[in-house]
């Protein structure tokens, strides 16, 4: 708390400083006050006002994105309410988010999300590679709550929608260059550029190229290297033909390629009170654990690698009607990953993963958005979906446990993986029916058919000692100890209503009930009858929810308010389970019916012409109900499984900005200070994992050139340098594998537009 108050005096002893101020007027479009904005989205799959959208949403325009120095997912968590967008500790890129507590904490590929992501109409079914860094984009939308209805797949928790900017009118060009540090380790070096012209009277195109190359944030203890190495390159082309007034084509093509080490993984006590190993493979019973959960501190001696390809086509069609609009999106995905990662997180070798992944995806929808007449409004639709995904796990195992300690090269090995396959079709329709001008009713409904496919190679059903894994899946090799297929037809509808009290304040409300359908889990590793019954499968799961909300717009900001209830039955949830042989076992079950409830505020108000504050407040209350599997691991179902938390389902998330507008001689600058709690939170079912309460503290000031085209910027992300992990997982042999994220960055950006 002494440096939040440090920080916000020093901005307020730079207000006063600043003598020569400006009203909103003078700032040619160049204010901090762009925050404020209300903006145009598409959370309903139609154009219109953020605060007329009967959701509970946080949007962000390119121009807001651009204040905030959004760079991946992680930079937008900080002042939205009951959100957390992480990544998956594991594997970097792979997303990890929950809202109002409903998510799923699992890097495997067969386990989908709970909350979607929707890149430029498209639905990224695929949890991997989601969290990279992220440039030239047209607007963000959280949606917070169930959406199924209109984004079906595995949008349970809510949905991110994430639009990349079109190319301009006229000539443009867009350089961006920022120079980040903070850490013990090494700089981050990042370039953007974009260029955007007209081709002819009909068509017009862009290329947007980012690049990045992090020297590596950390210092690995071990041998003193830097560690979290990370390169991206990324290029994007864009494409926008229109013929007549009528029809619009816009094509999308990307190609990106990461290149980094494994994850920055931290050793420390685990739930049992065990510390890490000493060299010689012996427990250390706390408190003689290597590193505190509260440091940045590490020893590693694999450093790992992630080695990934992405390729995304997307082809939209838009033919403007006379009381509507007619759109299909085409969509397709591939995503190739390579890893190895130091499980054990200490400096001898006693758990690495090395291994391969394959994921596509195709999708196609068609949709008609309009009006069937003065009153009724229209958004209908056909969505299909296909994608494969191909898994290569590995477990080299070592040291004493296994009396393989001075076989150097060599290893117990366990190899499993398979192959999934996907296909869904899916109709959906909404109406808005006007009874008045005051009052309309919202009915939506989405019929879904989904089928799933395994082929299955239990990971501990493959095992040899030696330098080479026993099999390969790729290759064909691992032998399929369980094969499987099943289909889920499900409806999800949607009631609502919408009663603008006057032109600048509504109340919303609306009941609905989505599904998730059942899967596989694709890294199974523990005896099938014994933890999964019969199969390692899970059911579907069913989301009802109430909300009931208001938005208010007045001459100085915004107020928004949403009380939500949701029930989540036969949740689907994964367990890890301490392993006397590989040290974690992952168990995706249904474990029973879970509670969300809670609220969120979240408001915007100027103070003058210079100067506005923001904030949220986010709470939720959640609890296991009807309980259908052990979760703590004693194979009894009692209530020290009801009185297990819900992971990642924080109680209490809170936030508060302020921004002011100044000037530097002719110079134009911004200065903005936030500050973003989120309560301590548990990883895993069985609470033996936990991830810190935070406490962030965001700092920037920019300033810009007369004319706009310059704009120089230093800022600084967790300035209070809090701890984040990963995740949390707890190893039978002693310690944890808990993947650090960076701490405090400090950054120097110049931006020229000719």
């Known amino acids: 708390m002494k440096i939040l108050v440090k920080y916000f005096l020093t901005l307020i002893f730079l207000t006063v400083a600043s003598n020569n101020v400006f009203s909103t007027d003078d700032l040619n479009g160049i204010s901090s006050n762009v925050l404020i904005e209300d903006i145009v989205v598409t959370a309903r799959k139609k154009e219109e006002s953020a605060q007329d959208v009967p959701i509970a949403l946080t949007a962000m325009s390119q121009d807001q994105l651009e204040i905030i120095k959004f760079r991946d997912f992680n930079d937008l968590a900080v002042g939205m309410p009951n959100v ?31 909350v979607a992501i929707v890149l430029d109409g498209v639905y990224m079914a695929n949890s991997a590679g989601m969290v990279f860094d992220m440039f030239d984009l047209e607007s963000i939308q959280i949606l917070r709550g169930p959406q199924g209805t209109l984004f079906g797949k595995n949008s349970t928790g809510g949905a991110v929608i994430v639009n990349t900017a079109l190319p301009t009118d006229k000539i443009l060009h867009k350089t961006r260059i920022a120079y980040e540090g903070g850490g013990p380790g090494g700089h981050n070096r990042i370039i953007q550029y974009s260029y955007s012209m007209p081709i002819n009277s009909n068509l017009k195109g862009k290329i947007s190229i980012h690049s990045s190359d992090d020297e590596g944030y950390f210092k690995n203890s071990y041998n003193k290297s830097n560690h979290g190495q990370y390169k991206q390159n990324t290029v994007r082309l864009a494409f926008v033909y229109e013929p007549n007034d009528k029809l619009e084509f816009i094509l999308r093509y990307e190609d990106s390629d990461q290149d980094g080490s494994g994850p920055s993984a931290q050793c420390h006590i685990n739930a049992d009170g065990l510390g890490c190993q000493a060299d010689d493979g012996a427990p250390v019973p706390a408190p003689n654990s290597t590193f505190s959960r509260y440091s940045l501190d590490f020893n590693i001696d694999n450093p790992g690698y992630l080695k990934s390809k992405t390729k995304f086509f997307n082809a939209t069609t838009n033919w403007y009607l006379d009381n509507g609009v007619v759109t299909n999106v085409f969509g397709k995905r591939k995503y190739d990953l390579n890893v190895d990662l130091d499980v054990d997180a200490r400096s001898v070798s006693f758990f690495d993963a090395p291994g391969e992944s394959y994921f596509e995806q195709i999708s196609n929808e068609l949709r008609y958005n309009g009006s069937l007449s003065d009153n009724l409004d ?10 494969d995904v191909m ?48 009052l309309s009713i919202n009915l939506g409904v989405r019929l879904t058919d989904e089928e799933k496919e395994i082929h299955l190679a239990s990971i501990n059903r493959n095992v040899s000692v030696g330098a080479t894994p026993p099999c390969s899946v790729p290759v064909g090799t691992c032998p399929y100890d369980y ?8 409806t999800s509808p949607k009631l609502g209503f919408t009663y603008f009290r006057k032109d600048t304040s509504m109340i919303y409300g609306y009941w609905t009930r989505v599904f998730k359908s059942g899967g596989y889990n694709l890294r199974n590793s523990v005896d099938l009858a014994t933890f999964q019954e019969a199969a390692p499968k899970a059911d579907d799961e069913t989301v009802e929810t109430f909300e009931i909300g208001m938005k208010n717009n007045f001459d100085r900001g915004r107020l928004n308010v949403a009380i939500f209830d949701t029930v989540i039955k036969d949740s689907q949830r994964m367990t890890n389970i301490q392993d006397p042989i590989s040290g974690v076992a992952q168990v995706v079950k249904n474990a029973g019916d879970i509670s969300y409830r809670g609220f969120e505020i979240d408001g915007i108000y100027t103070i003058n012409d210079k100067t506005s504050l923001i904030a949220s407040l986010g ?27 819900i992971p990642r389902a924080a109680p209490l998330t809170f936030g508060i900005g302020i921004n002011f507008d100044g000037t530097l001689g002719s110079w134009k600058s911004i200065t903005r200070l936030n500050f973003y709690h989120r309560d301590k939170s548990y990883y895993n079912e069985n609470n033996q994992g936990f991830i810190n309460e935070q406490d962030i503290i965001n700092f920037g000031y920019d300033i810009y050139s007369p004319t706009g085209d310059i704009n120089i910027s230093i800022y600084g992300k967790n300035l209070s340098n809090e701890v984040k992990h990963g995740g949390d997982t ?25």
């Open 84 to 114: 957390a967008m992480d990544e998956i500790g594991t594997t970097k890129g792979t997303q990890n988010f929950s809202i109002r507590g409903v998510g799923i904490n699992s890097s495997i590929a067969s386990v989908e999300p709970s």
């Open 391 to 438: 898994v290569w796990d590995n477990r080299a195992l070592r040291g004493v446990l296994y009396a393989l300690a001075g076989s150097p090269g060599t290893f117990l090995w366990q190899s499993g993986g398979g192959l999934h396959n996907v296909k869904q079709t899916a109709i959906f329709s909404t109406f808005d029916y006007s009874i008045n001008e005051k």
């Open 483 to 490: 094969i499987d297929k099943d289909s889920w037809k499900t």
């Open 730 to 754: 707890n190893l039978s042999f002693g310690g944890t594998f808990s993947p650090l994220a960076k701490g405090k960055i400090t950054g120097l950006e110049l931006v020229y537009k000719f």
């Open 619 to 645: 709470y939720v209350d959640s609890k296991y109900k009807n309980l259908i599997s052990d979760l703590n691991g004693d194979f009894i179902i009692n209530h020290l499984d009801y009185d297990l938390k």
């Open 378 to 387: 229209i958004t209908a639709g056909l969505f299909m979906y296909e994608s």
